[in-house]
T-cell receptor, first 111, second 113 residues
Framework: QKEVEQNSGPLSVPEGAIASLNCTYS??????FFWYRQYSGKSPELIMF????GDKEDGRFTAQLNKASQYVSLLIRDSQPSDSATYLC???????????FGRGTSLIVHP | NAGVTQTPKFQVLKTGQSMTLQCAQD?????MYWYRQDPGMGLRLIYY???????DKGEVPNGYNVSRLNKREFSLRLESAAPSQTSVYFC????????????FGPGTRLTVL
């Protein structure tokens, strides 16, 4: 059973701070790693993906992957109230790329 | 370009009733998926279709059937609805090339009484 674990939160950070979201996975053969943002009552939308060890930056978002330790993280710099949402980590392996989702971490950015 | 569309948006059923959830995508994607999401849970895969003409079971297929009608459409059928199937259902598609990003539809909120 492939497992993807996330702290459910809520993670509360002040506006302008760095929010750090973490995810661990069980399948060492995992190859693709995704972060989705889901606002309440809405569908998930992809914000970051990463395939290789190290950091990947896109605007205020940075994804970090450490395959040896089997974790992937998402950093959000200069957090804004509009970043308040649930963040889902998804991990996929094999040629079919069927992702397994974590339960999500709720992020609250307060003014 | 509407992306992934789902109908209906909301539905209330009585135990034992049947219904079909419709999903369509206009992005010429090969793969399509059906997920359910329950409070505090992540997305759990019900069925998927890697390409037109193929379907496979996911993590939680019991009580559901699917049809990949053509490349655009992938429907999910509940033959005899149960209260345990109360959930939000999301359809998603993926091109099969490039980033492997899944695009999600707006969801169907289903309540089974």
């Amino acid at each position: 059973q492939k497992e993807v674990e996330q702290n459910s939160g809520p993670l509360s950070v002040p506006e302008g701070a760095i929010a750090s979201l973490n995810c661990t996975y069980s399948d060492r053969g995992s190859q693709s790693f995704f972060w989705y943002r889901q606002y309440s009552g809405k569908s998930p939308e992809l914000i970051m993906f990463i395939y290789s060890n190290g950091d990947k930056e896109d605007g205020r978002f940075t994804a970090q992957l450490n395959k040896a330790s089997q974790y992937v993280s998402l950093l959000i710099r200069d957090s804004q109230p509009s970043d308040s949402a649930t963040y889902l980590c998804a991990v996929a392996s094999g040629g079919s790329y069927i992702p397994t989702f974590g339960r999500g971490t709720s992020l609250i950015v307060h003014p | 370009n509407a992306g992934v569309t789902q109908t209906p948006k909301f539905q209330v059923l009585k135990t034992g009733q049947s219904m079909t959830l419709q999903c369509a995508q206009d992005m010429n994607h090969n793969s399509m998926y059906w997920y359910r999401q329950d409070p505090g849970m992540g997305l759990r895969l019900i069925y998927y279709s890697a390409s037109e003409g193929t379907t496979d079971k996911g993590e939680v297929p019991n009580g559901y059937n699917v049809s990949r009608l053509n490349k655009r459409e992938f429907s999910l059928r509940l033959e005899s609805a149960a209260p345990s199937q109360t959930s939000v259902y999301f359809c998603a598609s993926k091109s099969g090339l490039g980033t492997n990003e899944q695009f999600f539809g707006p969801g169907t909120r289903l309540t089974v009484l």
